[in-house]
């Protein structure tokens, strides 16, 4: 089976009126005015023509919403492009930083003020996250309605599994909101006026989430998203529990509605209703996870096989999004900006060399001490560079390219090292036939994986007074490193040793309560000690159309 069919079976890329909608709706989010609620587009089908069966309203109300977790332009998609949500929760962090290289990668501080936290309320990659997230929570609401408006061409198994998936795709859109800006606009009816929209306390946004995903979870399909089938791409009963998960271990910061008070509310004290049993945020956190090894995931025998060029049969990952460089044009660019010129050129491609390993994330994996993680091989390029064939590369005047990862700075200007200076991005595989400077690749982005789970459910017991040695020390002996107890500082470096390069370091020191700590070239703001960091202020723009949202704390009107 062509992965690209199974998957595109689902999504029909033909103009019907829904999807001229829906292209219109990507134009408008609620940083807009309300007009576009009206909005007629024309095409060559009326929209009574475009769900005129249930499989058409299946394509173009929950299919086509699968259109938007990749991207190829900046802002767009769930990882894969600049200036988004995987920039938001890597580059923030101290896991990777993106220095200024003389002239390179300035862009007007942007980089830098990611990194030392200083972003304000007219911050661009804000305010454009912002917009696609809420395209997507907007897109979903009309899906939904569309679904009513037409439900009697459909058999009520039909309507409600379809409205299920959608309600499972907003729920997670809506979950990357919380995550980034805490105090919502929680929009659930497409018919909603600007005027009516109002925000809601982060620990109700929350609520709403979880309480949708348990509702539908039975009605999404019980298999595996990331295999090639009926469930490719999608939102399955897995991906579900996985993402009730990591809320569940998220609570005490997702139900703190006051965050720079210094006080959380225990998540011991967080209850959840979970197969019929009253159960707090650990245990819950627990329950969801050994529901995974239920549906089959196990670690893969080699932790490469994740990110391997057809990477579908992977034993563990959980959520993915598909790649086909042919017909799946979505982009994975996090490559292409590590390499340096010439060592993207002697793969083929190009390189922006830009994004590098940071101090404190060097000293987690012990690089070039007796305990050096073995995934640092995996995870990173360092020292001299080699092409395919095990030739070494070589600069513009003959020199050996070395990548020096010690001395990496967030300014380079001065520096020897300049355009060398950093351990560089390796994680997926080489596609040797890849195209469009090696963006476009047939390695599927992995959002969500078992060993996540693990972690997840390691540290849960931790926090809930057991042992959760077990669930670590199988992530580590997977890649042959030696055991360790399992305490929370612990878990915290594995999650870097194992996760680097996935784009979730951002949510995991805000919930060890590490985020706003000085790293290597970071120094702490004044005031960030209250946590108002934590959460990114609503963008500017956003604020100036609806007098009933209000600022995040910490943050002034117009800049910071």
Known sequence: MQKTNSFLKIFDRSFTAIAWCLMLA??????????????????????????????????NAVGSLYSYFGGYQDSQGLQGTYRGLYDLNTFTTDEAILPTRGGDWYDGGLWQDLYLHRWGVSNSVLASTWKYLYKVVTLSNRSLAGI????????????????????????LYYYELM??????????????????????????????????????????????????????????????????????????????????DGNRPSGRDIFFQVGGHKLNAWQTCIAYCDSLSAFGYTLSADFRDNFAVHNENSLENILTIPLDKQTLPYQNQNLFRSYHYRHAGAYGFSGENGSSATIDALNTFGYETAEQDKRFEYTYYAGVVRDLNGEVVRLENGDTLIYYPWEVKL??????????????????????TATKDGKLMDNDIVLFRYADALLMKSEAKVRNGEDG????????????????????????????????????????????????????????????????????????????????????????SSSF
């Open 411 to 432: 300014d380079m200007y001065s520096s020897p090292h300049r355009v060398t200076a950093g351990a560089r991005m390796k994680k997926y595989a080489i596609d040797k």
């Open 179 to 260: 995550d980034l800006y805490g105090r919502l606009p929680l929009v659930t009816s497409a018919d909603v006026s600007m005027r009516e929209v109002k925000q809601y306390e982060r620990s109700e946004v929350f609520r709403f989430i979880v309480d949708e995903l348990q509702t539908v979870a039975p009605r999404l399909p019980n298999v595996r998203s990331n295999a090639l089938g009926e469930g490719y791409g999608r939102i399955t009963r897995p991906v579900a529990y996985f993402l009730l998960a990591r809320l569940a271990l998220n609570a005490e910061v997702y139900t703190d509605d006051n965050w720079t």
């Open 148 to 171: 009513e408006k037409y439900a009697a061409r459909l058999s009520p198994e039909q309507r409600q599994d379809y409205e299920a998936e959608v309600r499972a795709i907003r729920a």
């Open 26 to 59: 990507a134009f408008w989010t609620l940083t807009a005015c309300s007009d576009f609620l009206e909005e007629k587009p024309k095409d060559y089908q009326t929209e009574d023509q475009a769900y005129h069966d249930a499989a058409s309203i299946y394509r």
């Open 469 to 556: 040695t077990a669930e670590l020390n199988a992530v580590r002996a997977r890649v042959g490193m030696s055991p360790r107890p399992a305490t929370l500082d612990n878990i915290l470096a594995e999650r870097l040793l194992e996760l680097a390069w996935e784009g979730y370091r951002r949510p995991d020191l805000i919930r060890f309560g590490k985020f706003t700590r000085a790293y290597a070239d970071r120094p702490q703001l004044p005031g960030e000690a209250s946590g108002f960091t934590t959460v990114f202020p609503i963008p500017l723009n956003v604020l100036s159309l609806n007098p009933l949202l209000s600022q995040n704390p910490g943050y002034k």
